[in-house]
């Protein structure tokens, strides 16, 4: 590549919060930023104290939108998202002048970056109109144009990338008018993991006694199903039931009502199931605190089913830690059964099923050990995703 002269590219993400999304935009920055990129951020929400710490001093961030409201009363999500991404992407379009636009989560932009005759890229994480719960004969009508409109806008871009095979098989049932199929850009993993961090003691650290510690990374959402970990604790056959505790550590944003709601209800089932002195349940924890994690983990728990990708199980495995996961979506690309991890029906029964054959099992836990890291990093690894990243832009300007 010619590095003559620094090209330039925008980033437009709808929240700039923690999550798979967000880690995956911030990859994104730091691939681009390796070949003489000079990257910028445009988002319409922007929590310096809730974020990755590449938004917060490494890369400028730009804040549009921020006053329009996330809902009214609770209602009207997907008109006011839709509403915040076209303003988000007519200014980032209007106020900058970059060689690539990569737009991600919200195709509505695409068309007006278009009309500024800008290069654009869009990252599908998932069809949103898949992600929606079902309602009734209302509902359906009221998201019917914004399904319409996700489908149209998304063909203005110059390439559309998915995550996963899963999701492009997905993409392709979900919107039959795209005449080419996506490519696949898998995510990496923070490259940041690889390096070796000393001991941080963490503040729960006193209270975990057992000797197994199974945890369960996500965001504070019904459809992480974090739930199934807390409910196949209670599975295990009771003489190793005590010793075996349960971590949940995930995203919580106290604007966000589900976030709220869930941690709740997690709290109330460990005790309904009699279990919650061998549950522990974090927010928003802190980079020591993964660590502690992660070094004390015999497994990670990946619980939500047909999940799109997942970040979550490269991130574990990265740390030489092996996963449970379901046999759906995502982590049949990530996660090789009797490898690197084991696969499970996605029940509380199967994951018990496998908790207790690791716990009971040191050899095989120690080769899962042994191979998740090596084989992570030659399929997942920075170096990997930058070539592969750099190959797609290159491809876009060309044209």
């Known amino acids: 590549m010619d590095n003559s002269v620094t090209k330039t590219a925008i980033i437009i993400h709808p929240d700039l919060g923690i999550g798979g999304a967000e880690r995956l935009v911030v990859d994104l920055a730091l691939a681009l930023e390796h070949e003489d990129y000079d990257v910028k951020f445009y988002t319409s929400h922007h929590d310096k104290k809730h974020c990755f710490p590449e938004t917060n001093g490494r890369f400028q961030v730009f804040v549009h939108g921020d006053f329009i409201p996330m809902t009214i009363f609770g209602y009207f999500y997907i008109f006011l998202a839709t509403i915040r991404a076209l303003y988000l992407a007519f200014v980032a379009a209007w106020k900058s002048n970059a060689d690539l636009y990569i737009v991600d989560q919200i195709s509505v932009g695409v068309p007006i970056l278009k009309l500024f005759n800008k290069k654009v890229l869009f990252y599908c994480h998932h069809p949103d109109k898949l992600l929606v719960k079902k309602g009734g004969f209302m509902k359906r009508m009221y998201r019917k144009p914004f399904d319409w409109i996700e489908e149209k806008a998304m063909s203005f871009a110059d390439t559309i990338v998915v995550n996963s095979l899963y999701t492009q098989t997905v993409y392709e049932k979900a919107f039959p008018s795209h005449s080419s199929t996506p490519q696949v850009l898998y995510p990496t993993y923070n490259p940041i993991l690889e390096e070796e961090n000393q001991d941080e003691k963490s503040p729960f650290e006193e209270e975990v006694t057992e000797e197994f510690m199974f945890v369960s990374i996500n965001r504070y959402e019904g459809k992480k199903n974090h739930d199934v970990a807390i409910s196949a604790l209670n599975e295990l056959p009771e003489d190793l039931r005590g010793n075996v505790r349960v971590v949940i550590a995930g995203g919580f944003d ?113 080769n899962l050990k042994q191979n998740a890291k090596n084989e992570t990093k030659k399929k997942f690894g920075f170096e990997t995703f930058t070539r592969n990243v750099i190959n797609v832009v290159n491809n876009i300007l060309a044209h």
């Not at 109330?268 to 004390?296: D, M, Q, W």
């Not at 046999?327 to 908790?355: H, R, W, Y």
């Open 254 to 366: 106290d604007r966000v009502i589900e976030n709220i709601e869930v941690y709740k209800y997690l709290e109330s089932l460990a005790k309904k199931l009699g279990v919650e002195h061998h549950v522990t349940l974090i927010k928003n924890f802190t980079n020591p605190e993964r660590e502690y994690l992660l070094k004390r983990a015999t497994a990670v728990l990946y619980t939500p089913p047909y999940e799109h990708f997942g970040i979550v199980p490269l991130e574990a495995m990265i740390k030489n830690v092996p996963v449970i996961a379901c046999n759906n979506g995502g982590p049949l690309e990530t996660v090789q059964d009797g490898i690197t991890g084991m696969l499970c029906d996605g029940s509380p029964k199967g994951f018990a099923q496998c908790i207790t054959k690791m716990c009971n099992d040191k050899e095989l836990r120690e």
